[in-house]
């Protein structure tokens, strides 16, 4: 591909990252409306995201045996589509039956997305441009998931109903699919490269060996605690304020939460993409700084102390999903939709799981901070996880140099 056409299509995912980044936002930021609106308790407040994460795995699995059937730019697109339509409907939702079933779908199409905007991106560049692409590609998540949740709940303190913020995330969306199908083309040298359809037998032997397995796993466990973090780092922030927040910040207070782990997470994609910070090093130790970070915030009783050491967690464990994407990546290359949509899925798996557990510690367990706290648990299983994938790694060149 030339490289003009290469540079397009990479803006291209970018812009896609904001799109679906700004999704995952808003389900975050426009729960209190929701559960008030449909008066909804406990664990069934997170019902939406373990729907729309169980959407995703139903995706991943079929995505499985799409593999060189079907271009990926217009699997993309697909997705895209899948999640905008939705997105103008939930205006119209009368139940929050409906409303899972709107989500269901939503999760489809992000299923699409989550898969293919980092499959793209490790397919248009390798080696180290291809760690520095693929952090910049998921700081694009990072700065969209500190700033939307901000401008969400300022909106909904402006009097904006949350079907209305629902259907601007919508009109968005319509404008991405419009430029992605004419960036994409018809052509297949206008797109990414595509892959050869896998056997079963072949997918299998990739799935049992090597590092992969263990970087499934460890994305599951970042998955339950990342999406403890995007649910609830708001609430979790409102319960602990102790009414030190300046006047003028108020109107911004639903969305501080998120804003503060975001604001950590883009700043440490940011330092991968532009740093030469030892990957091996930062896979081992990331998550256990992460969870050490957000434990001391949880138990500091003070909303301003917690958003503090949010930051800071999210400085450590930000760029945690685009390194393990991209070494798993460079061990199947030329089958990576392979690796990132089995990444995918764990993580996916552990997203869908989360919230009802979050929710049941917050209405019949023993209180948000302790759910959360086990949030910070499952982050230091990653770090396990990530170890032993890197111990792997180096047998297996060891027998190869053998």
């Known amino acids: 591909m030339k490289a003009g056409k290469k540079a397009i299509l990479a803006v291209t995912l970018l812009v896609c ?6 999704i995952f936002a808003a389900l975050g930021s426009l729960m209190d409306p929701v559960t008030e609106k449909f008066g909804i308790t406990g664990s069934a407040q997170g019902f939406p995201g373990t729907v729309s994460a169980l959407g995703g795995i139903c995706v991943f699995i079929v995505s499985l045996f799409l593999i060189g059937k079907i271009r990926k730019t217009a699997l993309l697109a697909l997705g895209i589509g899948l999640c905008v339509i939705p997105l103008f409907l939930i205006d119209l939702a009368e139940s929050y039956p409906v409303y899972i079933l709107l989500w269901t779908v939503i999760g489809f199409g992000l299923g699409f997305m989550d898969t293919l905007l980092s499959s793209c991106m490790a397919d248009l560049y390798t080696g180290k ?67 050869k359809p896998l056997s079963l037998k072949a997918m299998t032997g990739m799935l049992t060996a090597g590092p992969l397995p263990l970087f499934a796993v460890g994305m599951a466990v970042h998955g339950f605690f990342l ?58 130790w990331g998550g256990v700084a992460a969870a050490i970070s957000l434990a001391v915030g949880l138990f500091s009783g003070s909303s301003v102390i917690l958003c503090v050491f949010m930051v800071l967690s999210g400085l450590c464990f930000g760029a ?19 690796a990132t949509t089995v990444m995918m899925l764990t993580l996916y798996l552990g997203e869908g799981i989360s919230p009802s557990v979050l929710g049941w510690f917050e209405g019949s367990g023993p209180g948000l901070v302790w759910g959360v706290a086990l949030c910070a648990g499952f982050m230091l299983l990653t770090a396990f996880c990530n170890t032993l994938a890197l111990k792997k790694i180096k047998t297996d060149k060891n027998e190869e140099t053998d």
Not at 230 to 251: H, S
Not at 260 to 276: A, D, E, I, N, Q
């Open 227 to 284: 999406a403890g973090l995007n649910n609830w780092a708001n609430r979790l922030t409102e319960e602990m304020n102790t009414g030190v927040l300046p006047e003028a910040l108020l109107c911004f207070q639903g969305g501080l939460g998120q804003f503060s782990v975001f604001l950590g997470v883009m700043l440490s994609r940011l330092l991968f993409s532009f740093t030469g910070i030892p990957v091996r090093g930062y896979l081992k």
């Open 17 to 22: 990252m904001i799109f679906m980044s700004s």
């Open 320 to 338: 945690l999903i685009p390194c393990m994407l991209d070494t798993a990546c460079a061990g199947v290359r030329g089958n990576t939709m392979l």
């Open 129 to 195: 441009t291809g760690i520095r692409m693929m952090c910049i590609l998921h700081t694009f998540y990072g700065v969209t998931s500190m700033l939307a949740p901000l401008l969400f709940s300022a909106m909904l303190t402006g009097g904006t109903p949350f079907g209305k913020v629902y259907q601007l995330v919508g009109c968005f969306g319509a404008a991405v699919l419009t430029v992605l199908v004419i960036v994409s083309g018809k052509k297949q040298d206008s797109t990414v490269p595509e892959e």
